[in-house]
């Protein structure tokens, strides 16, 4: 798993590598505070997560009502409700991933990155199995350019701070000076 995700890191890097950088001092204060940004996403992901259960209850409920089930197509709200539970999945998987990443970010060591770059992955994978479940070509394509947009304004700082964090191996006998 570690040689794809290296094979993969050296590929999207080959992407980013034209883009105009930041300054050093940018870069070194985003990797410095990755980790609290890295909360800040996690908490967002789980306020998202929980307004989606709280929709697919409400949907669960209408549905097995007899006003909602004769007012409200089953095989359409069936469909909201798989799609609703693959969403939260994909959020939940990523906010374990960015969870764990934490300590490992506060130690700058590559190991945190690399847990960020595999969820910045499951989000394109999530964004694209979640716009093939609109079933809408409008739909579709607006979920694909917004996430596109997210993807690679996010790609991009991410492998701003690429540089910053040591492997494991170079970073075992360094202490925090924080």
Same mark, same amino acid.
């Given at each position: ?9 050296? &590929? ?16 070194? $204060? ?27 209850? &409400? ?5 097995? $009502? ?13 469909? /909201?409700?798989?799609? %609703? ?25 590559? &190991? ?30 607006? /979920?694909?350019?917004?996430? %596109? ?22 970073? &075992? ?6």
């Amino acid at each position: 798993m570690m040689k794809f995700l290296n094979k993969l890191e050296e &590929k999207v890097f080959g992407w980013f590598k034209a883009a105009p950088n930041l300054p050093n001092e940018a870069r070194k $204060t985003l990797a410095e505070n990755a980790w609290w940004i890295v909360i800040i996403g996690i908490t967002l992901m789980v306020i998202s997560a929980l307004r989606t259960l709280d929709f697919l209850e &409400k949907q669960v409920a209408l549905q097995s $009502t007899v006003v909602g089930s004769y007012y409200v197509s089953s095989a359409a709200s069936d469909w /909201t409700i798989f799609t %609703a539970v693959v969403s939260v999945i994909f959020l939940i998987l990523q906010i374990v991933l960015l969870a764990v990443a934490i300590k490992p970010l506060k130690q700058m060591q590559k &190991k945190g990155w690399v847990l960020i770059f595999a969820s910045w992955l499951l989000g394109g994978v999530a964004l694209v199995i979640n716009a093939l479940l609109t079933l809408g070509i409008v739909s579709f394509i607006i /979920t694909v350019l917004f996430g %596109a947009v997210w993807l690679a304004i996010s790609g991009y700082f991410l492998f701003e701070i690429h540089g910053h964090f040591a492997h494991v191996e170079r970073s &075992k006998g360094v202490k925090n000076t924080k």
